[in-house]
């Protein structure tokens, strides 16, 4: 049995042809189609030359169906069966075709990786901020979903995205003119690549109801603190980080940052450094023995958690420690106002812990300026809003200071 390779006689309107595979045995002789087309001058002594468009994917296409071909008639020969050409082209044919079946309903694209491939198509088209602000995009999905593939976005997976933004305190403008924006122009130039896309990605609108942000009491911290006999290692991962956020302020990507060079003594006492993300405030703290005792569990390095995982696993976790009670939640959308019935284990995510700290550090007699330098907000409003402080209670403190 002997396998040729030849290209068909009949050019394409481009002037392409066809490259064909010929089997020949036992005096007869049959051709199959490769499905790979080229230009006569770019088949070079029996190979693909370089400079043939999309060279390196069509070796590797020719190479694969060669492969599987070369195999049939190996173990025909181990068996010792003398299968004639109509009958060998016949086993491929129906091995390429599983083949294709099979990898149809295996291929999926990580929509990190399009994006990637995105970045680097344009590289050298985008200015540096158009690209800067990709580099972002990709960084936020990586924390949030980093294994998500293109097909499986709908609608509840942007809902989602959209409220881990919100929780990283993004602007509206940012999540629908940067973030939704970038992920819609990602969908485009997959479609343009035949990749099957959700039409949840171009259909999605999003806008961001004004809501009260929650807090957890500070018995409520000290329930989920004395949790033990926790049913995976991943659940005790996440009440360590939402602990050391309450007892840090610490938002979760720069508790991941922490490593043993952030701990030094100072007279006598041990600290931790640590520089603000957005505003590279630097600063030191001291360290109870709740904190001590979580960062020697992980040696100092605090492992990774996306926010997406964090999120569902805390409420579970919360309600493990028979956090009880009904809050009322209260949304404003444009002149709307809604009142919303949650049960409060309901309402914890990566933010409670920071917002906990915050209150608590207040209501300690903490300074809201130092406060505010703590959290790297750019003003005392921000963080006010941003820990939920009333106005009711803005006129309580105004009485307590001037009666």
């Not at 942007?158 to 305190?169: N, R």
């Not at 610490?250 to 006492?269: C, F, V, W």
Request: glycine share 4%; proline share 2%.
């Amino acid at each position: 049995m002997n396998v040729s390779v030849k290209l068909k006689n009949q050019k394409d309107k481009d002037g392409n042809q066809l490259l064909l595979i010929v089997i020949t045995g036992f005096n007869k002789r049959t051709t199959s189609s490769t499905g790979i087309k080229i230009s006569p001058e770019n088949w070079v002594k029996g190979n693909i030359h370089k400079r043939e468009t999309n060279a390196d994917l069509k070796k590797t296409l020719f190479q694969e169906k060669l492969s599987v071909l070369n195999k049939i008639i190996t173990e025909a020969q181990i068996k010792n069966l003398s299968p004639d050409p109509a009958e060998i082209k016949a086993e491929y044919i129906f091995r390429m075709s599983k083949k294709t079946e099979e990898e149809k309903l295996s291929t999926k694209h990580s929509l990190i990786k399009i994006m990637e491939l995105y970045r680097e198509k344009y590289k050298n088209i985008y200015k540096a901020s158009t690209l800067r602000s990709l580099n972002q995009v990709i960084g936020h999905i990586q924390e949030f979903d980093p294994d998500v593939y293109l097909e499986d976005i709908d609608h509840g997976w942007m809902i989602s995205y959209c409220s881990y933004l919100v929780d990283k305190e993004l602007q509206d403008s940012t999540i629908k003119y940067r973030h939704l924006k970038t992920l819609k122009l990602i969908a485009r130039e997959a479609r343009k690549e035949q990749i099957p896309v959700s039409k949840a990605i171009d259909d999605f609108r999003w806008k961001s109801p004004e809501k009260q942000p929650f807090f957890a009491t500070w018995n409520e911290v000290q329930q989920i603190e004395h949790l033990t006999d926790f049913v995976s290692k991943s659940k005790e991962i996440v009440r360590d980080i939402f602990v050391l956020s309450c007892y840090t302020g610490l938002r979760e990507s720069d508790l991941h940052k922490l490593n043993k060079i952030n701990i030094h003594t100072q007279s006598g006492e041990m600290m931790m450094r640590i520089i603000v993300t957005k505003t590279d405030f630097d600063y030191s703290i001291p360290i109870n023995n709740t904190v001590k005792k979580i960062l020697k569990k992980y040696d100092y390095q605090i492992p990774f958690v996306t926010q997406q995982e964090f999120n569902r696993q805390i409420k579970h976790i919360a309600r493990s420690a028979k956090i009880g009670g009904i809050t009322n939640i209260v949304k404003t959308s444009g002149s709307k106002r809604i009142i919303e019935e949650k049960y409060r284990w309901q309402l914890f995510t990566t933010h409670t812990g920071r917002r906990t700290f915050g209150r608590r550090f207040l209501d300690m007699g903490g300074s809201l300026i130092v406060l505010s330098k703590l959290f790297g907000h750019k003003n005392i409003e921000t963080t006010l809003h941003y820990i939920g402080y009333q106005s009711n209670e803005i006129v309580e403190e105004f009485k307590k200071v001037f009666g």
